[in-house]
């Protein structure tokens, strides 16, 4: 059974700060989404990694795929608090998305 | 491109009826879709996919007879739960993954429609 581990699972940190959010995953995969979600609302594609030293940055946020290692980042630069929202990784073994529990993130003056 | 919606957004149901929910591809079209059901603050859980013209695949744990699921073309995909009861009451969400029309492997979501049984 594939297995993805994200942590942490809940964050809060002051705007202007940095962090990193990790997701782990227990089998083999080239392919890793990352997935914001705002309350009440769907999921919000943010980035797709297809391969093993992938990295993508969009505004603050810089997602990285390591796969031998099977783990990806989504590093935030310099929070505001716009960022604050539930973030989730998936990861695509061929099948169906296996996501895991999500990141609720909340930036805070 | 890529554009998924689902109706209805929100529905209210008494204990005892069924609810449909429609999925549709506006753009491409979805060789694949798939039903995620999400409860408050969980993540998302796959509970079937389905293939045009072909019978669901439900995932373990997930009653079929219960869930019934029509992808009856390309563009769209029916989720009808029946004999709806209080703990069916969640957010749904859709999403198609289509060979023609943004990307092959990408799973493209919809809005979501959040289901309360009453």
């Known amino acids: 059974e594939l297995k993805v581990e994200q942590n942490p699972l809940f964050l809060s940190m002051q705007e202007g700060k940095n962090y990193t959010i990790y997701c782990n995953y227990s089998?083999?995969?080239?392919?890793l989404y990352w997935y914001r979600q705002d309350p009440g609302k769907s999921l919000e594609s943010l980035f797709v990694?297809?391969?093993?030293?992938a990295v993508k940055q969009e505004g603050r946020l810089m997602a990285s795929l390591d796969t031998k290692a099977r783990l990806s980042t989504l590093h935030i630069t310099a929070a505001v608090h716009d960022l604050s929202a539930t973030y989730f990784c998936?990861?695509?073994?061929?099948?169906?998305?296996?996501f895991g529990k999500g990141t609720s993130l909340l930036v805070t003056p | 491109g890529a554009v998924v919606s689902q109706h209805p957004s929100w529905v209210i149901c008494k204990s005892g009826t069924s609810v449909k929910i429609e999925c549709r591809s506006l753009?491409?079209?979805?060789?694949?879709m798939f039903w995620y059901r999400q409860f408050p603050k969980q993540s998302l859980m796959l509970m079937a996919t389905?293939?045009?013209?072909?019978?669901?695949?439900?995932e373990q744990g997930v009653e079929k007879d219960k869930f019934l699921i029509n992808h009856a073309s390309l563009t769209l995909s029916t989720l009808t739960v029946t004999s709806a009861h209080p703990e069916d009451s969640s957010f749904y969400i859709c999403?198609?993954?289509?060979?023609?029309?943004?990307?092959?492997?990408?799973?493209?979501f919809g809005p979501g429609t959040r289901l309360t049984v009453t």
């Open positions: 999403s198609a993954r289509g060979a023609s029309g943004g990307t092959s492997y990408e799973q493209y």
């Open positions: 389905s293939n045009e013209g072909s019978k669901a695949t439900y």
């Open positions: 089998t083999t995969s080239d392919r």
């Open positions: 990694l297809l391969s093993n030293g």
């Open positions: 753009d491409f079209q979805a060789t694949t």
């Open positions: 998936a990861v695509d073994p061929g099948y169906a998305l296996n």
